[in-house]
């Protein structure tokens, strides 16, 4: 007995003669299965497995009610299905290459679905039948196909959807499995084309549905393999060389650094259940997808039917999946980062999820204990060299600000800016601020030199903290500047798209 894994495999030499412009052979008749043997498995009927589904007669199927499913951007997706019987769900799904941003100051020529990376979420249930529309517009310089993970049969729907510019193709098929699972674009050659953005996920619920939720995104993890490095600026071509490397330029979620962060960032509040669709493009890298500050109650591993709980990081292999939720219990900025963790600094794998709602110090208290330490140093007391007891922004800055710029405030070049004379920095006071509380991104200029890196937001300081450690910078290391009141960084925090609350969430 063929196995399905084993029909999928042939989606490779399908896709690659069909890119050729070739025509494609059905697949050849396996051969007849050897009699039973002690090491032979045992039927299918016999093993364990998803329930059977009814079988459907063609006049069943045409008498099933057609629903045309409307698409939606990501981090967005459809709702939740409600209904418990199966029906026709037609999908059209466009494809476009267009050029986007990549970082700032940094586009990419992206091959798309439905003109975003990742494609927009496809979303039914176990049963159901699905007719898939794939229109590849005028404008594409390229022949693209589909093959969905969720599909059984040959190439995953990739062998019947090659279409050429201009061209449209259709195909239908059962959705006999429930899970979460990818689709990518299977036309030769394969890892540049999923390189490029063409991949996305479909949701096949379970008959009963999965348990309701306060809200759901949409997120994805790729690579994008680019000549110019991390945040250089101007339109970046594709780099086999480094595809074929496994060196990406970038890492991301959704398409593009920063793309889940800002204004983009995924909000939710105090009390709510949270649940995530994570999927990854690749096509080369495993992610070790991780939520910072909380615990996935719930993980659907591989994006399948096996539940597991009380995880802090999942995997999720190229071309595969996971399905997390948690409930939260505390206000303040997640971050959802693959830990692989060099890759959410300096590649961009960072997005946030904003929690607002009331502090619970029972959960978590926020700093209860911000003093002097000495260690060996203790009989020379809490005084500098000069006899001066430690200023009220010098141990924010020892404890927070140092591991990046230094104790001198020299910084690290290319990366970290210097503090130290600073031009930048005494410039501006409100820039200061708004930097300290919502993060920069590169590139700035200081002191005559371009520095390309990221400094996340610090929202969580009290506007005590942050107005003491500024006006400690701001009269330390060669600078000269007068003081950051907390006036001034309470007027600034307000300011904010999604002003954070003061303190330690």
Not at 53 to 58: D, F
Not at 200 to 212: F, L, R
Not at 293 to 319: C, K, M, R, W
Not at 324 to 348: A, N, Q, W, Y
Request: glycine share 10%; proline share 10%.
């Amino acid at each position: 007995m063929i196995s399905r894994r084993s029909i999928r495999s042939l989606a490779l030499p399908l896709s690659l003669g069909v890119a050729l412009g070739s025509c494609v052979p059905p697949p050849s008749q396996p051969a007849a299965p050897a009699p039973a043997t002690s090491a032979t498995p045992a039927p299918a009927a016999a093993r364990s497995g998803p329930r059977p589904l009814a079988p459907l007669t063609r006049a069943e199927e045409n008498a099933l009610p057609s629903i045309e499913q409307t698409l939606v951007r990501p981090p967005g997706l459809p709702p939740p299905i409600t209904r418990r019987t199966p029906a026709k769900v037609v999908i059209h799904l466009e494809v476009r290459e267009v050029t986007m941003p990549l970082a700032d100051g940094a586009t990419y020529t992206f091959w798309t679905f439905g003109g975003s990376v990742p494609g927009p979420m496809i979303r039914v249930r176990r049963g159901d039948i699905v007719e898939l529309h794939l229109m590849n517009h005028p404008s594409s310089t390229m022949p693209h196909n589909i093959d969905l993970h969720a599909v059984t049969g040959p190439g995953g729907g990739a062998a019947s959807t090659f279409t050429a510019p201009g061209h449209q193709t259709q195909f239908t098929f059962r959705a006999l499995n429930e899970g979460l699972y990818v689709y990518h674009c299977a036309t030769a050659p394969v890892g540049m084309h999923i390189a490029n953005g063409m991949y996305g996920m479909i949701a096949v619920e379970p008959e009963e549905g999965w348990a309701p939720v306060d809200r759901e995104y949409y997120l994805m993890q790729g690579e994008v393999y680019t000549t110019g490095n991390y945040r250089e600026p101007g339109l970046q071509p594709f780099d086999m060389r480094r595809a074929i490397n496994e060196d990406p330029a970038y890492v991301v979620f959704n398409g593009r650094d920063g793309a889940l962060t800002g204004t983009s960032a995924l909000t939710a509040r105090v009390g709510e259940r949270v649940r995530l669709f994570v999927g990854n493009g690749g096509p080369n890298l495993i992610s070790s997808f991780h939520v910072i500050g909380e615990i996935f109650d719930h993980v659907y591993s591989e994006g399948g039917s096996t539940v597991n709980t009380n995880v802090q990081t999942t995997l999720v292999p190229a071309g595969g999946s996971a399905i997390v939720d948690f409930g939260l219990e505390v206000p303040g900025s997640l971050v959802l980062v693959d830990h692989s963790i060099f890759r959410t600094f300096h590649k961009g794998t960072l997005g946030m999820l904003r929690v607002e709602g009331p502090d619970n110090t029972v959960i978590y208290s926020g700093r209860e204990v911000d003093e002097a330490y000495l260690g060996d140093y203790a009989p020379q007391a809490a005084a500098g060299t000069d006899g001066a007891a430690l200023q009220p922004g010098e141990q924010t800055f020892n404890g927070v600000c140092s591991a990046c710029h230094q104790r001198s405030g020299a910084g690290l070049p290319p990366v970290f800016p210097p503090l130290a004379n600073s031009d930048y920095l005494m410039a501006d006071k409100t820039r200061s601020i708004r930097a300290v509380l919502a993060g920069l991104s590169g590139p700035v200029t200081v002191n005559g030199t371009v520095y390309n890196g990221a400094m996340p937001p610090l929202a969580n300081l009290t506007d005590h903290e942050v107005a003491d450690v500024l006006t400690y910078v701001r009269s330390h290391f060669g600078n000269r500047g007068d003081a950051v009141t907390v006036s001034e960084v309470a007027a600034v925090r307000a300011t904010l798209v999604t002003p954070t609350p003061s303190g330690h969430p």
